[in-house]
Protein backbone atom coordinates (compact mmCIF):
# COMPACT_ATOMS: atom_id res chain seq x y z
CA UNK A 1 0.00 0.00 0.00
CA UNK A 2 1.53 3.32 -0.51
CA UNK A 3 1.26 5.99 2.25
CA UNK A 4 -1.43 8.51 0.97
CA UNK A 5 -3.56 10.57 3.28
CA UNK A 6 -5.88 8.84 1.57
CA UNK A 7 -4.96 5.13 2.14
CA UNK A 8 -3.91 6.24 5.85
CA UNK A 9 -7.86 7.43 6.25
CA UNK A 10 -9.02 4.42 5.12
CA UNK A 11 -6.95 1.94 7.38
CA UNK A 12 -7.91 4.12 10.34
CA UNK A 13 -11.26 4.29 9.58
CA UNK A 14 -11.12 0.46 9.46
CA UNK A 15 -9.26 0.65 12.68
CA UNK A 16 -11.78 2.62 14.53
CA UNK A 17 -15.10 0.86 13.33
CA UNK A 18 -13.55 -2.46 14.34
CA UNK A 19 -13.72 -0.81 17.97
CA UNK A 20 -17.18 0.20 17.55
CA UNK A 21 -16.69 3.71 16.04
CA UNK A 22 -19.29 5.24 13.70
CA UNK A 23 -17.19 7.12 11.03
CA UNK A 24 -19.28 10.52 11.42
CA UNK A 25 -17.06 12.54 8.88
CA UNK A 26 -13.71 12.17 6.95
CA UNK A 27 -11.89 14.32 4.61
CA UNK A 28 -11.70 11.23 1.84
CA UNK A 29 -15.83 10.91 2.15
CA UNK A 30 -15.26 15.09 0.80
CA UNK A 31 -15.69 16.82 4.10
CA UNK A 32 -13.37 20.01 4.27
CA UNK A 33 -11.65 20.58 7.99
CA UNK A 34 -10.59 17.53 10.88
CA UNK A 35 -9.81 14.46 8.45
CA UNK A 36 -11.31 12.01 10.52
CA UNK A 37 -14.40 12.36 13.24
CA UNK A 38 -15.56 9.29 14.69
CA UNK A 39 -17.92 8.16 17.72
CA UNK A 40 -18.92 5.16 19.79
CA UNK A 41 -22.86 5.00 20.71
CA UNK A 42 -22.58 6.84 24.39
CA UNK A 43 -18.31 7.64 24.08
CA UNK A 44 -16.77 10.30 23.56
CA UNK A 45 -15.23 11.65 19.60
CA UNK A 46 -12.77 10.79 18.12
CA UNK A 47 -10.70 13.93 16.26
CA UNK A 48 -7.83 12.03 13.89
CA UNK A 49 -5.74 14.80 11.72
CA UNK A 50 -3.98 12.70 8.69
CA UNK A 51 -0.70 12.98 6.79
CA UNK A 52 0.20 11.19 3.86
CA UNK A 53 3.90 10.26 2.18
CA UNK A 54 6.40 12.86 3.18
CA UNK A 55 7.67 15.71 1.04
CA UNK A 56 10.37 17.58 2.89
CA UNK A 57 10.92 17.04 6.48
CA UNK A 58 8.64 14.67 8.34
CA UNK A 59 8.91 17.44 11.20
CA UNK A 60 7.38 19.90 8.83
CA UNK A 61 4.46 17.62 8.36
CA UNK A 62 3.74 16.75 11.92
CA UNK A 63 4.12 19.94 13.10
CA UNK A 64 1.43 20.80 10.45
CA UNK A 65 -0.72 18.20 12.04
CA UNK A 66 -0.67 19.10 15.36
CA UNK A 67 -1.51 22.72 14.75
CA UNK A 68 -4.19 21.92 12.80
CA UNK A 69 -5.33 19.32 15.56
CA UNK A 70 -5.05 22.05 17.95
CA UNK A 71 -6.97 25.01 15.82
CA UNK A 72 -9.96 21.96 16.15
CA UNK A 73 -9.61 21.06 20.23
CA UNK A 74 -13.49 22.36 21.33
CA UNK A 75 -14.49 19.09 22.71
CA UNK A 76 -13.62 18.36 26.08
CA UNK A 77 -14.43 14.83 26.22
CA UNK A 78 -13.09 13.96 22.53
CA UNK A 79 -10.03 12.25 22.09
CA UNK A 80 -7.71 13.57 19.51
CA UNK A 81 -4.94 12.04 17.47
CA UNK A 82 -2.93 12.50 14.72
CA UNK A 83 -2.06 9.56 11.53
CA UNK A 84 1.39 9.35 9.88
CA UNK A 85 3.15 7.28 7.62
CA UNK A 86 5.05 5.37 9.56
CA UNK A 87 8.19 5.28 6.90
CA UNK A 88 8.88 8.37 7.63
CA UNK A 89 9.52 7.95 11.50
CA UNK A 90 11.18 4.45 11.76
CA UNK A 91 14.01 4.69 9.00
CA UNK A 92 17.49 3.52 9.82
CA UNK A 93 18.11 7.16 8.29
CA UNK A 94 16.03 8.79 10.71
CA UNK A 95 16.02 7.64 14.34
CA UNK A 96 15.05 10.76 15.79
CA UNK A 97 12.16 10.48 14.34
CA UNK A 98 10.89 7.81 16.82
CA UNK A 99 13.18 9.55 19.46
CA UNK A 100 10.85 12.53 18.53
CA UNK A 101 7.91 11.38 18.94
CA UNK A 102 8.20 9.42 21.92
CA UNK A 103 10.49 11.58 24.22
CA UNK A 104 10.48 15.15 23.13
CA UNK A 105 6.45 15.28 22.70
CA UNK A 106 5.69 13.51 26.05
CA UNK A 107 4.94 16.26 27.83
CA UNK A 108 2.65 17.82 25.03
CA UNK A 109 1.07 14.74 24.67
CA UNK A 110 -0.02 14.19 28.06
CA UNK A 111 -0.99 17.67 28.59
CA UNK A 112 -3.30 17.49 25.34
CA UNK A 113 -3.90 14.05 25.60
CA UNK A 114 -2.91 13.28 22.07
CA UNK A 115 -2.74 9.84 20.21
CA UNK A 116 -0.15 9.67 17.74
CA UNK A 117 -1.14 6.64 15.16
CA UNK A 118 1.99 5.47 12.51
CA UNK A 119 0.56 3.71 9.48
CA UNK A 120 2.85 1.05 8.27
CA UNK A 121 2.83 -0.22 4.17
CA UNK A 122 1.19 -3.20 5.34
CA UNK A 123 -1.52 -1.27 6.69
CA UNK A 124 -0.70 -2.06 10.43
CA UNK A 125 -1.26 0.59 12.77
CA UNK A 126 1.59 1.44 15.66
CA UNK A 127 -0.35 3.67 18.53
CA UNK A 128 1.69 6.19 20.86
CA UNK A 129 -1.09 6.99 23.85
CA UNK A 130 -0.29 10.12 26.07
CA UNK A 131 1.11 7.87 29.34
CA UNK A 132 3.40 5.27 27.14
CA UNK A 133 7.11 5.65 26.06
CA UNK A 134 6.75 3.11 23.39
CA UNK A 135 4.47 2.37 20.43
CA UNK A 136 2.28 -0.63 20.08
CA UNK A 137 0.85 -2.27 17.47
CA UNK A 138 -2.89 -2.62 17.84
CA UNK A 139 -5.41 -4.62 15.90
CA UNK A 140 -7.18 -4.02 12.86
Do not use: W
Not at 37 to 46: I, L, R, V
Request: aromatic letters at 10%.
Amino acid sequence: MELTEKNICNTMENYLESKKYKIKETQSRGKHGIDIEAKQNSGPYYFIEVKGCIKGHPYGQLIDALGQILLRMRQKKGHYGVALPADSYFTEKNRMGHKYLTDYLSQARGRLKLEIFLVTKKEEILKLTPECKKFKKVKV
